[in-house]
């Protein structure tokens, strides 16, 4: 026999996703259960950077969303102990054509509502000192991205919330069937107002024929984590390159980019084929989480390819000293992604349900800001 209870909100899932609309919709005064197959989540938004990461959405909805979710990540993040750091990125330049790339980007952009502004190469070594100085043709800094230690911050929220709001949570259990308004797992049932499915990678469980409808596919990326073996020098920024430059939608308009994409192409055509750009971020403890590739299919093997991590490292030595460095861990994230470019996917199956999904790589750069818009409109 089950036990019953009542909410005015259900949550599947407890990733970013699921907590961010928990958070909103707590807010609001509504009672909210969540449900986390896992004792505790371990799926993409704990495998991830950290990154928020404003400078790669395309002004307009991507953009103010993502501004809404970092505001809302600087409340939480001071108001649950949660460690974030306010430290900005930056886009290196080694060569005259993404040098061309970036004063696009500033001449495109300047003005949409980014903090963004084109440094020589003294002031980057002066604020970045691991960045590689050899070659080094200038670097495009911008004041909005943060990082969080993901691992520290999943953990944290639902705590805080349970603790601040009442949040009632559910780990290690599934939620195997929908019937609104009833929400049930394997012992209990839940009579609630609305149900809301940020279920990840997990397409089958629930509404599977609606993820079929929908387009979505599933990215495998690799990822490391480096501690440096003597002195731990501030990282500065979070820093990128190149790569970065074809990899986020705020670029795609810089008219140059399509040559240096060709260029890039003909030195090597497997960074395209493993959808490898590099990221570097840091964490409280001063270790780098360095990443990633983009592997897209709806089963991926389970192993890690060194292949690829060689090509990753190779990159991060273009632009970082990696002397002192040494690789402490490995693994890889999965997340889904969207075919048709769409920023997120929402459905409604029924009235009282919806799902949110598809947030791609950006789920910690925009999950407050939807959030704020999905409970909005409930
Ligand atoms: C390697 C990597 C790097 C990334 N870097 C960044 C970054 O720096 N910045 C950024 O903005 N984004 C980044 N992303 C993207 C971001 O991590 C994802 O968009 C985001 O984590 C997706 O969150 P989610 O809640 O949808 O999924 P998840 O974190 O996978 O959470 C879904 C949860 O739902 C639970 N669940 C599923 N079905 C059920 C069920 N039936 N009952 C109960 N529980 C269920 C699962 O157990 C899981 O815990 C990265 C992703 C990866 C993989």
């Known amino acids: 026999m089950k036990t019953k209870h009542n909410a005015d909100v259900a949550i599947v899932g407890a990733g970013i996703v699921g907590l961010a609309h928990a958070y909103m919709a707590l807010r609001k005064g509504y009672?909210?259960?969540v449900f986390e197959r896992d004792e505790f989540a371990v799926g993409a938004s704990v495998r991830n950077f950290g990154l928020i990461w404003p400078v790669g959405q395309l002004p307009g909805v991507g953009l103010d969303r993502a501004m809404r979710s970092r505001q809302h990540w600087l409340n939480i993040s001071q108001q649950a102990g949660i460690w974030l750091n306010q430290n900005g990125s930056l886009h290196l330049a080694y060569t005259d054509d993404e040098m061309a790339v970036l004063e696009e980007f500033m001449d495109l952009h300047g003005a949409s509502g980014f903090a963004v502004r084109l440094l020589a190469p003294e002031k980057i070594s002066a604020m970045a000192q691991a960045v590689n100085q050899?070659?080094?043709?200038?670097g495009m800094y911008s004041d909005t991205e943060c990082t969080v230690y993901?691992?520290?911050?999943?953990r944290r929220i639902p705590e805080w919330l349970s603790e601040k709001y009442g949040l009632i949570l559910r780990f290690g259990k599934q939620v195997k069937d929908v019937a609104f308004p009833q929400v049930c797992t394997d012992d209990e049932c839940w009579k609630v107002g609305h149900v809301i499915i940020c279920s990840g990678t997990d397409f089958q469980t629930l509404y599977p024929q609606l993820f079929d409808k929908q387009h979505i596919t599933k990215c495998k990326l690799q990822m490391m984590r480096a501690q440096f073996m003597s002195h731990i020098p501030a990282l500065g920024p979070s820093l990128c390159s190149e790569l970065t430059f074809r990899h986020y939608a705020s670029f795609s308009k810089c008219p140059s980019l399509p040559e240096l994409d060709a260029r890039f192409d003909l030195e090597n055509s497997d960074f395209k084929k493993y959808g490898i750009h590099v990221l570097v971020a840091q964490n409280a403890a001063g270790e780098l989480?360095?990443?990633?590739?983009?592997?897209?299919?709806?089963?991926?093997d389970p192993f890690e390819s060194e292949y690829i991590n060689a090509l990753i490292w190779g990159y991060l030595t273009r632009f970082l000293e990696t002397n002192n460095l040494r690789i402490t861990e490995r693994w890889h994230g999965i997340y889904p992604k969207?075919?048709?470019g769409a920023l997120e996917m929402i459905v409604k199956p029924e009235n009282g349900v919806t799902i949110v999904n598809g947030l791609g790589g950006a789920g910690m750069t925009l999950s407050f800001g939807l959030a704020e818009e999905v409970i909005d409109n409930l």
């Open 31 to 33: 009672s909210v259960v």
């Open 134 to 138: 050899v070659g080094l043709k200038g």
């Open 150 to 154: 993901s691992r520290q911050a999943i």
């Open 289 to 300: 989480i360095i990443g990633d590739s983009h592997e897209y299919a709806l089963t991926h």
């Open 338 to 340: 969207l075919v048709t």
